[in-house]
């Protein structure tokens, strides 16, 4: 595995010897993940091989056993009673969507600003706006999530974590919900936010997106980080005979 | 046997009838809220992680659905007296029917909360947001559109229910009706201007229900549970009447 070369203080995110038990399910193993600000991270790896976990434990969804978080310099990790400052910074993008049914797009978006961050109704609302301009669905502010397509409510659902003005971007396998013909507009849409400069950790089976908008891929397996290595080096020399499995497994 | 109809509409707009129904409705409306109080609480024990805790709301569960509404509206009218709590027979009637609608709603409640998946509590955390904010915006929102059908039924019930503390003395609109017409030997008359009071409110529920329904639903596709007024006088009654 790489060892982290840069300083840790370009390092908007940074993990030391994480754990996570489930019972006697031991779901993540000593996991190191650096990620430097304005990189784009992607997590690949079979399923139940901890990749969700680990991106819950970063935004405090669920708390490692053991392990050090560094967010922006500060140790997050054993901070449960102030998770939910940590979580603000933080935007979530999740398989299912899980936009609020009973909310109109609008109001989905306005929610977190205007209760979590006391940003004044009307701003939070011309904010909003601005942002599903961005994610290319500015006619459907007044909607609800049910009148949507799939691809439509993943981008609300991005526009809703952006709202918050994140310092980081997590996506938990954003497209794997999706219809094949509406992958891309989600594709598009995270990729032009990774282009950007926003930093972002995505769990995802992906590996369009990943060629196109990663800066590194890390591959799990039982928990463990067995590959962690920039994109170039992972699709061309992947060390670990797993890894090239997998990558043959998407080749055919 | 000839019938007054002129009577009947005397009795209604009399002011012991207006006062008796004005009564029936302030007891309706303490009770659900008591009882709303009480199944948000037990529907919260009943999911503890303590098993005591647990215990406590079956135990209680157990107990006002095993037994008889008027036996507890006696009970606590009659016996707490005795244990040196003296409550008035209004007061009385209000915490025994909280009590017995307490035990009901918990399992509403709960079912509404089951509703809401895990998933939106993990967005609203994911948005920072506090555990009463959760339970604000996000949780009790979508429960409430679930558990509304069940409420409208369940006050209705309460109405009915409502007439029993006539036994304690309560001055609600059957006491009024059954006091009047044995003063004036006019049974028929004051049985039908109560009755006519009892139908008038809960059609008034019914509509305050439906039009809630519809402004909480969004504009979104009708569902299973939508019913018409007319379906909703009959099919709702009917199931109400033989629940307890």
Redesign the interface.
């Known amino acids: 595995m790489k060892q982290p070369m840069e300083n840790t203080s370009s390092m908007l995110l940074s993990m030391r010897g994480i754990n996570k038990m489930f019972g006697n399910f031991h779901a993540l193993r000593n996991c190191v993940l650096d990620v430097p600000t304005g990189s784009t991270v992607v997590i690949a790896g079979p399923s139940g091989s901890g990749k969700s976990t680990l991106l819950r434990c970063i935004n405090l969804l669920e708390f490692a056993d053991s392990g050090s978080i560094l967010f922006e310099g500060q140790q997050v990790a054993d901070q449960r009673s102030q998770a939910f400052a940590t979580r603000r910074k933080m935007g979530m993008v999740f398989q299912s969507f899980e936009l609020f049914p009973h909310l109109t797009v609008l109001e989905n978006i306005t929610l977190g600003p205007v209760r979590v961050l006391g940003v004044d109704r009307q701003i939070a609302r011309s904010e909003a706006l601005a942002l599903l301009d961005r994610v290319k669905i500015p006619s459907k502010a007044y909607d609800y999530p049910e009148s949507l397509s799939g691809g439509q409510q993943q981008r609300v659902a991005i526009a809703r974590a952006l709202a918050m003005k994140p310092r980081l971007m997590l996506y938990d396998e954003p497209t794997s919900a999706l219809d094949p013909e509406m992958i891309k507009e989600v594709v598009d849409v995270m990729a032009e936010l990774s282009e950007a400069g926003m930093t972002s950790i995505v769990v995802t089976h992906e590996m369009g997106f990943a060629k196109r908008a990663a800066d590194r891929i890390v591959f799990m397996e039982d928990g463990i980080i067995i590959e962690d290595a920039p994109k170039d080096v992972f699709f061309s020399s992947a060390a670990h005979p797993r890894t090239r499995s997998f990558l043959d497994q998407l080749s055919q | 046997m000839n019938i007054s109809f002129e009577l009947i509409l005397q009795y209604v707009v009399s002011p012991a009838f207006v006062r008796g129904a004005g009564m029936t409705l302030l007891l309706t409306g303490c009770a659900m809220l008591g009882g709303i109080v009480i199944g948000l609480s037990l529907a919260l024990l009943q999911d503890a992680r303590v098993a005591a805790l647990r215990s406590v709301a079956i135990s209680y569960v157990w107990l006002f659905r095993g037994t008889p509404v008027l036996f507890q509206i006696i009970f606590v009218f009659n016996v707490l007296p005795a244990l040196g709590i003296t409550l008035s027979g209004f007061t009385s009637a209000v915490v025994a029917l909280s009590l017995n609608e307490g035990a009901y709603m918990a399992e509403i409640v709960r079912s509404g909360l089951k509703a809401v ?1 895990p ?2 509590r ?2 609203g ?6 555990n009463w ?1 959760l339970m604000a ?2 949780v009790v ?2 429960a409430l ?1 679930v558990v509304l059908p069940s409420l409208g039924n369940q006050a209705i019930g309460m109405l009915k229910l409502s007439a029993l503390v006539s036994v304690i003395a309560v001055e609600e609109l059957l006491l009024v009706a059954n006091q009047t017409a044995s003063a004036e030997f006019r049974y028929i008359e004051a049985l039908t201007a109560a009755g006519i009071y009892y139908l008038a409110i809960t059609t008034m529920f019914m509509c305050v229900q439906t039009w809630v329904e519809r402004r ?1 639903s ?4 009708a569902r299973g549970g939508k019913m018409t007024l007319t379906q909703r006088l009959l099919g709702a009654t009917s199931t109400v009447g033989s629940i307890r």
Do not use: E, F, N, V
């Open positions: 998946r998933g939106q993990a967005a955390l994911a948005l920072g947001m506090k904010q915006h996000i929102p979508q559109r909480l969004t504009g979104r596709k």
